[in-house]
């Protein structure tokens, strides 16, 4: 159960970070900065899967 909570507050730990670089990634896009740009979409990206895999091990431990 303890490693279950540790995910779940992984998970929302992550998610103002990834909206943060989202938004970023968007300003940065508007302001025609395209390395930078490139970079925070990257970097969103990454972690979004990362926290997508988070979330299906959440899952598969719920359906335990």
């Known amino acids: 159960m303890e490693q279950f909570l540790v995910l779940l507050q992984a998970y929302n730990s992550m998610q103002p970070i990834i909206s943060r670089?989202?938004?970023?990634?968007?300003?940065?896009?508007?302001?025609?900065?395209?390395a930078d740009a490139s970079l925070l979409e990257a970097r969103a990206n990454?972690?979004?899967?990362?926290?997508?895999?988070?979330?299906?091990?959440?899952?598969?431990?719920?359906?335990?």
């Open 21 to 34: 670089l989202y938004a970023e990634y968007e300003q940065a896009f508007e302001h025609e900065d395209y």
């Open 46 to 64: 990454r972690l979004f899967q990362e926290a997508d895999s988070i979330l299906q091990v959440i899952s598969e431990h719920e359906n335990d």
